[in-house]
């Protein structure tokens, strides 16, 4: 009998229809747009301005996108998980919301949050269920409204992040596709360099913390960028090292959308041709946990059956990895 492998079958995703461009932000801080393109590679950004709507809204259109493009019935997931760093409600977990409003009735869910590296957890995550046996169809959601935590009177933040879902069907693979290898990490010295202070368990909401505006998202830049550039460069390298593989061998990589200077590290680092790089964040910014699959939702009609992919990310915490993945199907 086959050995049973995870392999992504369908994509989804969706991004709000507000675009929010560098020239806009220099209207509102101090920075134009050669200093932001220069610095990140981002020009602009989605942003979700329905006060009355949060990332379950984003998660719920992407997945439904998913369907409609699969001909899927919800019914038939078994799972949902909904990768996030900002759920739409504390303690009620955002994956039953979603997986209830788009008919998923036999699916049970749950959230995963390890900020940017979110979504490739839940790979992770989703393929082990698969390789298990006990599930056929694993739904993993990517999704975040990080206008909600971002502060726009700071322009460190507010020039790197926007909007967006995105969804992958995991299903069982026999013929060798799918999910192949994996070398995922963190480590706790990130907690300071890159947090939101207040609303958690330590430091509770008070008149105080709002005054002091710590429920939006601090970042210590020059940390980060260089904890990200060797994390995400050295995740990668390791993944081609222990499956035997160059530059050569790969046929796209799929980073977290974070800084084009990074993910240009990341390919230089896996001497890898520029042409295989995928690249969205000069039209979405920063979408946290959804990044990864609006990558393969933009880049989708290119990717062929048999094709090597390596995903890698790098999130606060510190949180990061790569992901090796051989392409299951041609769109």
């Not at 200093?35 to 989605?46: A, M, N, V, Y």
């Not at 046996?133 to 909600?148: F, H, P, Q, T």
């Not at 799918?178 to 207040?198: C, M, P, T, V």
Request: hydrophobic fraction near 40%.
């Amino acid at each position: 009998m086959s050995k049973i492998t995870a392999a992504i079958t369908a994509v989804g995703a969706y991004v709000p229809d507000y675009v929010l461009t560098n020239d806009i932000l220099a209207t509102m801080v101090e920075t134009n747009d050669e200093w932001i393109t220069s610095r990140t590679g981002i020009k602009e950004r989605r942003i979700l301005k329905d006060k009355d709507k949060g990332t379950s809204f984003l998660g719920i259109k992407a997945a439904e996108d998913l369907i409609a493009k699969r001909n899927l019935d919800p019914k038939e997931i078994d799972m949902v998980i909904f990768a996030t760093a900002t759920p739409d409600l504390p303690v009620a977990a955002t994956a039953a919301y979603t997986a209830s409003k788009i008919g998923a009735v036999n699916a049970f869910s749950y959230d995963l949050q390890a900020a940017c590296s979110s979504f490739l957890y839940g790979m992770s995550t989703a393929a082990s269920y698969i390789e298990s046996g006990r599930y056929k169809k694993v739904l993993v959601i990517g999704a975040d409204k990080m206008s909600s935590i971002i502060d726009y009177t700071d322009r460190t933040t507010c020039i790197i992040f926007g909007d967006g879902g995105g969804a992958v069907l995991f299903e069982p693979n026999e013929e060798g596709l799918g999910l192949q290898d994996e070398y995922l990490r963190s480590d706790g010295i990130g907690r300071e360099f890159l947090k939101i202070e207040a609303g958690g368990s330590l430091l509770p909401p008070t008149e105080e913390t709002v005054a002091n505006r710590q429920h939006f998202v601090q970042q210590d830049g020059k940390t980060v960028f260089k904890y990200a550039v060797s994390n995400m460069a050295d995740a990668s390298s390791k993944i081609l090292e222990r499956n035997n593989l160059t530059g050569q061998d790969v046929n796209w990589l799929v980073a977290h959308q974070a800084n084009k200077r990074i993910i240009d590290a990341t390919a230089k680092r896996m001497e890898l041709d520029e042409k295989k790089v995928l690249m969205n964040i000069q039209r979405y910014g920063n979408t946290t946990s959804a990044t990864l699959p609006l990558l393969l939702h933009d880049y989708e009609k290119q990717l062929k059956k048999g094709d090597n992919i390596v995903f890698a990310s790098f999130g606060g915490g510190f949180t990061w990895g790569s992901i090796f993945l051989k392409w299951a199907y041609n769109a």
